[in-house]
């Protein structure tokens, strides 16, 4: 029987000298976890707990949301659940308890960070700087017609430089996108889109073309199939161009895309079918910006909100 082995603190100890000399983990290393064990060990201090065998899951899940309430972030909480996991890993190989009252699966590491997005302002002054940054009006109605497109549809990078001209429908203002796992998927474009498309068509794409016979709507200044690098390349100039803070990308514009349709009103399944995601999950991070308008929106209306 280990010396004090049924308290909390007495465990550690040996648990420490364990995942140094056995574990062969480095002073740093030992010293986070001490860290980590001292934060539980307030949380234990405050409930008057000190025997291991008080530590069920109902104290560790109170513990994670005492975590929280303390301005813990998520993988910090997953870090520290982490380091009192193997400790109590190592009390049940020393025959002290019957099994680990920490969750083996960690469902607090995959915290998805929330998406930033440009307001309706600077996606007009983003696309609009493709009207002053180039010399050659090729380009500038190529990429004009690109970023109406990633915005007004949506798309993933990927999805917009594989579009080939037979994609287009612009009768029902419609595109046909092949998306992750080769899947295809129709998207909506707006009449502004369908004008900047159908201008690239007529002004820009004839003069970039080396053959005839290309398929691919968006084509580079050599005629070929635009890449998606250069696709954020002349993006990132774009964004300088028109003041933007922070790094624009092009999935910011498919965030923007989504978080203005919700705040808009949209269902968030129609937002689900239009961004491609085969889990409802995935989009519903975009719920998040919503908050901000229903909440504004709630002060504004609610009769007792000044209360």
Known sequence: MILNGDTVPGLWKHYLVYIRDVKGLSGITVRNYQNDFDTFSEFLEKKSLTSIHSVGRDIVRTYIGWLLSKGFRR??????????????????????????????????????????????????????????????????????????????????????????????????????????????????????TVQAIENYLSLGRPLLMADSHEKSLFLSKLGRRLSARSVQSRLRKYSIVAGLSGRVHPHKLRHSFATHLLEGGADLRVVQELLGHSDIGTTQIYTHVSRKELDRSYQLAHPLSDE
């Not at 870090?79 to 009192?84: E, T």
């Not at 002290?96 to 915290?111: M, T, Y």
Request: avoid cysteine; hydrophobic fraction near 40%; proline fraction near 3%.
């Open 75 to 192: 993988p910090s909480v997953a870090r520290k659940l982490s380091v009192i996991r193997g400790y109590f890993l190592y009390a049940v190989s020393k025959g002290l308890i019957d099994g680990n009252p920490v969750p083996a699966k960690n469902f607090l590491v995959n915290e998805k960070r929330i998406p930033h997005v440009l307001n309706s302002l600077e996606i007009n002054r983003l696309i609009d700087a493709t009207d002053t940054s180039n010399v050659d009006n090729r380009i500038s109605v190529r990429d004009k017609a690109i970023l109406e497109t990633l915005y007004s549809a949506g798309l993933r990078v990927s999805e917009l430089v594989r579009i080939d001209v037979a994609d287009l429908n612009f009768d029902d203002k419609e595109i046909m996108v092949t998306g992750k796992g080769s899947k295809q998927r129709i998207v909506m474009i707006g009449d502004t």
